[in-house]
């Protein structure tokens, strides 16, 4: 079992900055692969960037440019900084563990809102 603990989200304003962080309780961002996904109310839960153990980054189109996706595996957080953020960036944001070969071993944080608004 893995636990994360999501924390950074909240209000601000359109063009602005925000930083989210995920702490897991093991070392599990060492072997897991990390991401942070988004829902919005009525829509399905969607990636917005991935961190594999090895560093690779994948990054949705929809943020490339502005959100960017690391990884600290001797403090077992990912982080998520996003700049210039739009008011359809608001969303519930998600940290998630995948496991790389077991695909049963899937984690989620409890998610934290953030809300881009003038």
């Known amino acids: 079992q893995v636990q994360l603990v999501e924390s950074g989200g909240g209000l601000v304003q359109p063009g602005g900055s925000l930083r989210l962080s995920c702490a897991a309780s093991i070392r599990a961002s060492s072997i897991y692969n990390m991401a942070w996904y988004r829902q919005t109310p009525g829509r399905a839960r969607e990636l917005v960037a991935q961190i594999t153990s090895s560093g690779i980054t994948n990054i949705a189109d929809s943020v490339k440019g502005r959100f960017t996706i690391s990884r600290v595996s001797a403090k077992n957080t990912v982080s998520l900084q996003m700049n210039n953020l739009k008011p359809e960036d608001t969303a519930v944001y998600y940290c998630?563990?995948?496991?790389?070969?077991?695909?049963?071993?899937?984690?989620w944080g409890q998610g934290t809102q953030v809300t881009v608004s003038s």
């Open positions: 998630n563990a995948d496991h790389p070969v077991i695909s049963t071993l899937r984690f």
